[in-house]
C-alpha cells in the first residue's frame, strides 16, 4: 500500500489524470450530459492536437532544462509560409516542408544562441516570438493569402474518421507523435541524455554527453512540432490568419506544468504535458457548457497552474521521505 | 587485470594552463605508476583541479604532454579520457539527482538495441541487472536499481559512482574531493573504496585537502602550491608536518 502510494507520488501526471476524470464528471453534470455529447467531443477532439502538439514540444524541451517562448508565433510563421507559397502556385509538396524547415530553422537558432553565448532562453525565445511573429505578418502582407481550392490535401490531416466522426486526422498525427516522442524520452538513450542535460547540467557534461547538441535537438524537435500544429490549425480553418497562436506559449508552459514537468529540467513527462493540455481544453470547454462567464477561464488556468506545481512539489517532498521498495 | 608495461601509467610533462592572464600551471611534471594510490593535496587555487580537469578530459592544457600508457594523448573531451579507461569522479557533479540509479549508472554509454547515428533503444532490463551487479560489487546494498540517486545519501552516491567506474574497467580513477559534506561513516567507507582499488589494479589519483584522509588511503603524496609541484614523497618517508609547512 506504501509502496504504491510513493509511485503514484513519484508520477505527478497520476494526480492530473485523476484530477482530469473528476472535473470532466462535473463538468458533465454541471452542464446537463452536453459534454460528453457526441458533438462537444468532435469539437474538444478536433482542437486537442494543435494545442498538445505544442504542449508535448514544450515539456520536452523544459525537461531537457530549457524554455520556449516562441512557440506562438512559429505556430503562425510556419503555416504563413506555407500559404504564401501555395497562394503562389507552389504546390502543397514544397510548400508543406518550407513551412517545417521554416520551424526548424527558428528552433536551431533559439537554441544555438542560447548555447553558445550561454543566455537564458527566455531572452533567446523572447528575442524569437517578436521576430517569428514580424516575419509572419511582413510575408503575409497583413492579410491572409488565398490559398487555393484543394491545395492543401486536408484529408490527409484533418478530414473526419472513426465512429460517428468522433476525431479528425489530426488526432491520429497527433498520437503517432505523442507516442513516437514520448518512447524517445523514456527508452532511447537520447532520452537519458536529454533528462541528464536538463537533470543535472555538469553531471551530463562530465559524463561526456553532447550537451550543447543535445539542447539546440530539443529547441528544433519543440519548434517543429509547434509549426506542424499551426500547419494543422490552418488547413482545419482553411486560411493562415497571422495572429494565430498569440498566448499559446504560455498555455504550453502551463498544460506541462500542470502535468508535472519541473521549470528547472529533468522532471516530467510526456503523458503529463499531454493530459495538462487536455485539462486546459477541458476546462475551457466545460466552463462555457456549464454556463459560467467564459472569462473565468483565464482565473481557473492561473490558479490551477500555480496549485499543480505547489501540490507536486509537496507530493515530491513527501514521496522522498518514504523509505519504500518501488521495483517494479 | 596487469599494466602492459612497468613503466608509468600516466606522465605529465610541463603542462602550462592560463586563465585569462592567471598561470595556473606553470611547467607541472608528474609520473603516475600503475597500480599506485596517489594522493593530490594542496590549497584552493593551487592548481590541482586544473590538473585534474586536464586529465579527464574536460580541459585542455595550452602548453605540455600527456603519455598514458606509453602513447602521446589530446583528450577532446570527457568521453575521450572515460574511453581510454580514466574516469573521474567529482565531489558531487557525476550524478544526476533526478533519475534513476540504473540510468545514472550508464549516462552517455547506455546499451542499445541496434541504433541509427548512435541514437537507439535502451536495454533497460540489462541496465538494471548490471547496476544491481556493479553495486553489489563495491560491497554497497541499495534498495533498487530504480530509486532515484536523488534519495541516495552522499556516500551512497560516491558509492554508485566508483561502482560506475568500476564496471567500465577503468584503469585510472581519478576522486575529486570523494568526502567533502560526507558524514564520518560514509567517509571511512569511501575511504575502503579507495584502499581497495589497488587489490583490483586500480590506479588512483586521490584530490583531497583532508590531509588525514590522504595519508589513510594513499601510498604516495605530491603537493602542489601556486601551480607547482612543491613535494613528492612516499607516504611513509613524510609527515603532516612536513606538508603543511610547503603548502
Known amino acids: 500500500m506504501k509502496r504504491l502510494l510513493k509511485i503514484y507520488m513519484e508520477k505527478p501526471e497520476l494526480a492530473a489524470i485523476v484530477f482530469l476524470v473528476v472535473l470532466t464528471m462535473v463538468f458533465h453534470v454541471r452542464s446537463n450530459a452536453v459534454f460528453l455529447n457526441l458533438q462537444n467531443l468532435q469539437g474538444m477532439l478536433g482542437l486537442l492536437p494543435e494545442v498538445a502538439l505544442v504542449a508535448v514540444g514544450v515539456t520536452l524541451l523544459m525537461i531537457c532544462g530549457e524554455f520556449d517562448l516562441s512557440v506562438g508565433s512559429v505556430f503562425a510563421l510556419t503555416p504563413m509560409v506555407m500559404g504564401v507559397m501555395l497562394a503562389n502556385g507552389w504546390p502543397f509538396a514544397m510548400a508543406f516542408p518550407a513551412g517545417l524547415i521554416a520551424a526548424l530553422v527558428a528552433g536551431f537558432i533559439n537554441g544555438a544562441l542560447t548555447v553558445r553565448f550561454s543566455i537564458p532562453s527566455f531572452i533567446t525565445t523572447l528575442g524569437m516570438l517578436f521576430v517569428a511573429r514580424s516575419l509572419t505578418v511582413v510575408i503575409s502582407g497583413g492579410f491572409p493569402p488565398v490559398i487555393p481550392a484543394g491545395a492543401m490535401p486536408r484529408g490527409m490531416f484533418t478530414a473526419f474518421i472513426g465512429p460517428g466522426d468522433l476525431f479528425r486526422m489530426s488526432f491520429i498525427w497527433f498520437v503517432l507523435i505523442a507516442v513516437l516522442i514520448g518512447l524517445m524520452l523514456s527508452r532511447t538513450n537520447f532520452g537519458n541524455w536529454v533528462r541528464a542535460t536538463g537533470g543535472f547540467l555538469p553531471a551530463a557534461q562530465s559524463m561526456g554527453i553532447p550537451t550543447a547538441r543535445v539542447k539546440i535537438a530539443c529547441f528544433m524537435i519543440c519548434s517543429v512540432l509547434a509549426g506542424f500544429a499551426g500547419t494543422l490549425q490552418v488547413m482545419r480553418l482553411g486560411a493562415p490568419l497571422p495572429s494565430i497562436g498569440e498566448g499559446l506559449e504560455l498555455q504550453a508552459v502551463a498544460a506541462a506544468v500542470i502535468g508535472g514537468t519541473a521549470l528547472t529540467g529533468g522532471i516530467g513527462t510526456i503523458l503529463g504535458g499531454i493530459v495538462g493540455a487536455i485539462l486546459i481544453r477541458v476546462i475551457d470547454n466545460g466552463l462555457v457548457l456549464s454556463r459560467v462567464d467564459a472569462n473565468w477561464f483565464k482565473m481557473a488556468l492561473g490558479a490551477l497552474t500555480v496549485f499543480a506545481v505547489i501540490m507536486n512539489t509537496w507530493l515530491r517532498a513527501k514521496a522522498k521521505r518514504m523509505k519504500v521498495e518501488t521495483q517494479k | ?247
Open chain 2, 1 to 247: 587485470m596487469t599494466a602492459p608495461n612497468t613503466g608509468p601509467i600516466i606522465q605529465v610533462r610541463n603542462l602550462h594552463k592560463w586563465y585569462s592572464g592567471v598561470h595556473a600551471l606553470k611547467g607541472v611534471s608528474l609520473d603516475i605508476n600503475p597500480n599506485e594510490a596517489l594522493g593530490l593535496v594542496g590549497d584552493n587555487g593551487a592548481g590541482k583541479s586544473t590538473l585534474i580537469n586536464i586529465l579527464s578530459g574536460t580541459q585542455r592544457p595550452d602548453d605540455g604532454e600527456i603519455t598514458y600508457e606509453g602513447r602521446p594523448i589530446h583528450f577532446k573531451g570527457p568521453r575521450d579520457a572515460m574511453e581510454a579507461g580514466i574516469e573521474t569522479i567529482y565531489q558531487y557533479n557525476s550524478m544526476v539527482p533526478t533519475m534513476s540509479i540504473a540510468r545514472n549508472m550508464f549516462i552517455g554509454r547506455e546499451p542499445v538495441k541496434a541504433s541509427v547515428f548512435g541514437i537507439g533503444i535502451m536495454d533497460q532490463a540489462k541496465m538494471r541487472a548490471e547496476s544491481v551487479q556493479a553495486i553489489a560489487d563495491v560491497d554497497l546494498h541499495l534498495r533498487s536499481p530504480d530509486a532515484l540517486v536523488g534519495e541516495l545519501s552522499g556516500g551512497q552516491r560516491q558509492g554508485v559512482a566508483i561502482a560506475r567506474a568500476m564496471h567500465f574497467k577503468s584503469k585510472v580513477m581519478i576522486l575529486d574531493e570523494p568526502t567533502n559534506h560526507l558524514a564520518v561513516k560514509e567517509t571511512q567507507k569511501v575511504i575502503g573504496c579507495v584502499k581497495s582499488l589497488k587489490d583490483l589494479g586500480i590506479t588512483a589519483v586521490f584530490v583531497s585537502h583532508n590531509m588525514h584522509h590522504v595519508f589513510e588511503c594513499c601510498d604516495r603524496i605530491v603537493a602542489m602550491a601556486r601551480g607547482e609541484i612543491v613535494m613528492d614523497r612516499r607516504v611513509k618517508d613524510t609527515s603532516l608536518e612536513e606538508i603543511l609547512t610547503v603548502l
